[in-house]
């Protein structure tokens, strides 16, 4: 299958300020990719949806200013946690599907673990 | 939007068959995908129905009925690495279902 990867899988920061967290789809091209956060022993939820060459529609709830999503190739989506506070401590994943199944088959990265101090 | 429920938790033994239900609720449907996610880990594909009818993909076979909106996953011949989270999900919206923690005895 498709791989999709993430980067940095673990990050720990200082309230107040910013993490760039990068998934990139590296067997194949993705003209959106989606981003979630997770917290333990719950579901994903969905944050965003990353379009390449257009700006992300976020979901309800989730602040846009506060998440910056940039999807500037087929290749990479990143989101940037602005101004972290603690309660933004979460498991981030992103996912993309290489159009073989559409939406229905979706790849996901590994994950990052952001943890503010 | 689109809402997804599932059952908390399942128990079984191994060699044994499992079936995780999941009901949805949504103004538009394009059918359903399940994923396995073990702790720690990033949730897998495992199956997808877009038709009503049984889909089959070797222990796991998924099945789906929109008159109803109604799906489930079937697992066959459990083995103690199928513990782990599955989830509905829709993929017209990619919203997940709530999981189902599956824990598979001896």
């Known amino acids: 299958g498709a791989v999709v990867s993430q980067h940095p899988s673990r990050v720990i920061c200082k309230s107040g300020t910013s993490v760039k967290i990068e998934c990139r789809s590296l067997?194949?091209?993705?003209?959106?990719m989606f981003w979630y956060r997770q917290f333990p022993k719950q579901s994903l939820m969905l944050m965003a949806t990353?379009?390449?060459?257009?700006?992300?529609?976020?979901e309800q709830g989730v602040e846009k200013d506060k998440f910056l999503i940039n999807h500037a190739s087929l290749t990479l989506s990143t989101l940037t946690v602005t101004s972290a506070h603690p309660e933004d401590s979460s498991f981030y994943i992103c996912?993309?599907?290489?159009?073989?199944?559409?939406?229905?088959?979706?790849?996901f990265g590994p994950g990052t673990r952001l943890t503010v101090t | 939007g689109q809402s997804l429920e599932q059952p908390s938790e399942v128990t079984a033994v191994e060699g044994a068959i499992v079936q995780i239900n999941c009901t949805y609720q949504?103004?538009?449907?394009?059918?359903l995908s399940w994923y396995q996610q073990h702790d720690g880990g990033a949730p897998t594909f495992l199956s997808y129905?877009?038709?009503?009818g049984l889909e089959e993909t070797g222990r796991f076979s998924s099945f789906l009925s929109r008159s109803d909106s109604y799906g489930y996953l079937l697992l066959q011949e459990l083995q103690m690495k199928d513990s782990a989270s599955y989830f509905c999900?829709?993929?017209?919206?990619?919203?997940f279902g709530a999981g189902t923690r599956l824990t598979v005895k001896p």
């Open positions: 996912s993309a599907g290489d159009g073989a199944r559409g939406p229905y088959e979706q790849y």
């Open positions: 067997d194949f091209q993705a003209t959106t």
């Open positions: 990353s379009n390449e060459g257009s700006k992300a529609t976020y």
């Open positions: 949504t103004s538009g449907f394009y059918g």
């Open positions: 129905n877009a038709l009503d």
């Open positions: 999900a829709g993929p017209n919206d990619m919203r």
